[in-house]
């Protein structure tokens, strides 16, 4: 793994990043690679067959990648540092000023430095083994809920990048850093318009860097586009779905046990693109939100089902409750399925590696 920029940028000293960048690689190819144990992972019965490819273009004729490539990359577009204001209300974002330092207060009234909690500009880039820059090919897009680090939590605990190297799809991750290890749903630079769509653009400059061939830039630059939100990160996925500037990009949106609010955006989105899937799965943390959002839908006369459909297609709209000893914490790991996200890979036709 290479990439991980000076402490200037993201505060790291070179020797740490080294340290960080061989040990992250080292996971990301255990993870890609031999035998992986499976105790409690559900197989998926009655998969779909598979749909035939998605017509595109082909920009680079690179063979697949015969190893898993993981980065931790500083962006300029990346939702933090951010210096602008707070939407909707009449003040900065750091809105606390205590000598040279800048701080944000939370609606709970804790105060977040901005050097401790909001200073980390630095993506997850993850391309698996077997990538094919031939092949039609998904950009998920990861938003990490609280308290966690790109590290610790998204790529070692959660094991996202390996349950996506563990599917059959040809996809690719990016997973932007927000509040670092703090009880904060903030957007950051999110929060302005266009603000999303250019920062996917520097994502595909920084995968194709990260694949080897410059070529590959078109190719990730068109790619569909994934949304995978957990717990506070979806407050980052509305704002993205009304200022972010997709287009007609968006596949579909996940999220994890994440609709805390915003049930309004999600609602007119789910509404207004029958392009695109969603899919809200959750435990008795946000039960009384989805069963909210489900009575929404129902009044508008929009069709959903409680099951998860064998397929994701464009329009599929689907609410799944897991049992009452699942946890909120393990959700990304442990939801209706065992790996959830390669299930969900898995059922979208036409990207298979």
Avoid at 26 to 41: K, V, W
Avoid at 124 to 145: E, N, Q, T, W
Avoid at 214 to 229: C, D, G, H, K, L
Avoid at 253 to 270: K, P, Q, S, T
């Amino acid at each position: 793994m290479t990439g991980l920029r000076n402490k200037t940028r993201c505060g790291l000293s070179a020797p740490r990043a080294m340290l960080i960048a061989a040990g992250l690689c080292a996971a990301a190819l255990a993870a890609s690679g031999g035998a992986i144990a499976e105790a409690r992972r559900t197989p998926v019965m009655g998969r779909p067959a598979e749909a035939a490819p998605v017509p595109h273009r082909v920009w680079s004729r690179s063979a697949p990648l015969a190893q898993s490539r993981t980065r931790l990359a500083g962006f300029e577009t990346a939702p933090f540092p951010y210096n602008g204001w707070m939407p909707g209300k009449d003040k900065p974002f750091h809105d606390i000023v205590d000598g040279d330092r800048r701080g944000h207060s939370s609606p709970r009234g804790h105060v977040f430095w901005e050097e401790e909690t909001f200073s980390d500009p630095r993506v997850l880039l993850h391309i698996p083994k077997g990538f094919d820059a031939r092949r039609p090919g998904l950009m998920v897009i990861y938003f990490h809920g609280h308290r966690a680090t790109l590290e610790r939590d998204v790529h070692t605990r959660q094991q996202v990048p390996a349950q996506i190297t563990r599917s059959g799809s040809n996809a690719v991750l990016v997973a932007p850093q927000f509040a670092v290890n703090a009880a904060d749903s903030s957007a950051g630079r999110f929060w302005e318009p266009g603000a999303f769509g250019r920062f996917l653009g520097e994502a595909a400059q920084h995968l194709a860097q990260l694949h080897g061939d410059r070529r590959t830039v078109r190719t990730f630059a068109s790619m569909p586009v994934v949304i995978v939100a957990y717990s506070g990160g979806y407050l980052p996925t509305a704002w993205s779905l009304t200022r972010g500037g997709l287009e007609k990009r968006l596949r579909g949106v996940v999220l994890f046990d994440a609709l805390y609010g915003e049930l309004g955006i999600f609602a007119d989105w789910i509404g207004n693109d029958p392009s695109a899937f969603f899919i809200s799965s959750y435990t008795s943390s946000t039960r009384g939100r989805n069963a909210e959002l489900q009575r929404i839908l129902s009044e508008r006369e929009v069709a959903f089902t409680t099951s998860m459909p064998r397929a994701l297609r464009p329009g599929s709209i689907a609410f799944l409750s897991t049992d009452a000893d699942t946890s909120h914490n393990d959700f990304v790991t442990r939801a209706w399925v065992d790996d959830p996200i390669r299930d969900l890979l898995d059922r979208i036709g036409g990207f298979r590696r």
